[in-house]
T-cell receptor, first 114, second 116 residues
Framework: AQSVTQLDSQVPVFEEAPVELRCNYS??????LFWYVQYPNQGLQLLLK??????LVKGINGFEAEFNKSQTSFHLRKPSVHISDTAEYFC????????????FGRGTSLIVHP | KAGVTQTPRYLIKTRGQQVTLSCSPI?????VSWYQQTPGQGLQFLFE???????NKGNFPGRFSGRQFSNSRSEMNVSTLELGDSALYLC???????????????FGPGTRLTVT
């Protein structure tokens, strides 16, 4: 079984400031990790994924995330946010083998103020 | 390549009625999963179909059912609707079953179901 905890339900930030959205997971098997973004009235769009190899993963729209196995974390970062980054962000963990159906966190609402 | 499409986008039904939602995956994708998204429960997995067979099922009552056709299109049905079934229903497609490797999903825009 696996679980995901997104530590902040809402993160307000000013435009052009850096942001970090936190995600911790637990799993009894090796994992793949994902971050998705959801804009209002839309489905989920994949931002980035960690499968293996380098622990620093770069995604679309200037986002990146770092996989930390010892801390079981996969935090999402962006050095300078824009108004258009205002959205809901979901962290998801998928196990290997028969545990491949992903478990999603409850989401973090990123609110970018001008 | 066209993305995942879901129809209808919005639906209003009355308690006790039934509803059928449709999902067309990305061309070539054989796995389709369905999720229910609500403010209170977040994203919850309903079921996954691969090559017309249900591979996995989430913890939902039997009122929720689905199927997949030979062209990989999928439908989900909810019978005897309850107020609590009001939600955004998301469909996601994947090239293959997760048993073959990483299960990377591509989501459709969802169907917003309102039960009154």
């Amino acid at each position: 079984a696996q679980s995901v905890t997104q530590l902040d339900s809402q993160v307000p930030v000013f435009e052009e400031a850096p942001v970090e959205l936190r995600c911790n997971y637990s799993s009894s098997v090796s994992v793949y990790l994902f971050w998705y973004v959801q804009y209002p009235n839309q489905g989920l769009q994949l931002l980035l994924k960690y499968l293996s190899g380098s622990t620093l993963v770069k995604g679309i729209n200037g986002f990146e995330a770092e996989f930390n196995k010892s801390q079981t974390s996969f935090h999402l970062r962006k050095p300078s946010v824009h108004i258009s980054d205002t959205a809901e962000y979901f962290c998801a963990v998928s196990g290997t083998g028969g545990s491949y159906i992903p478990t999603f966190g409850r989401g973090t609402s990123l609110i970018v103020h001008p | 390549k066209a993305g995942v499409t879901q129809t209808p986008r919005y639906l209003i039904k009355t308690r006790g009625q039934q509803v059928t939602l449709s999902c067309s995956p990305i061309s070539g994708h054989r796995s389709v999963s369905w999720y229910q998204q609500t403010p209170g429960q977040g994203l919850q997995f309903l079921f996954e179909y691969f090559s017309e067979t249900q591979r996995n099922k989430g913890n939902f009552p039997g009122r929720f059912s689905g199927r997949q056709f030979s062209n990989s299109r999928s439908e989900m049905n909810v019978s005897t609707l309850e107020l609590g079934d009001s939600a955004l229903y998301l469909c996601a497609s994947s090239l293959a079953s997760g048993l073959a490797g990483v299960y990377e999903q591509y989501f459709g825009p969802g169907t917003r179901l309102t039960v009154t």
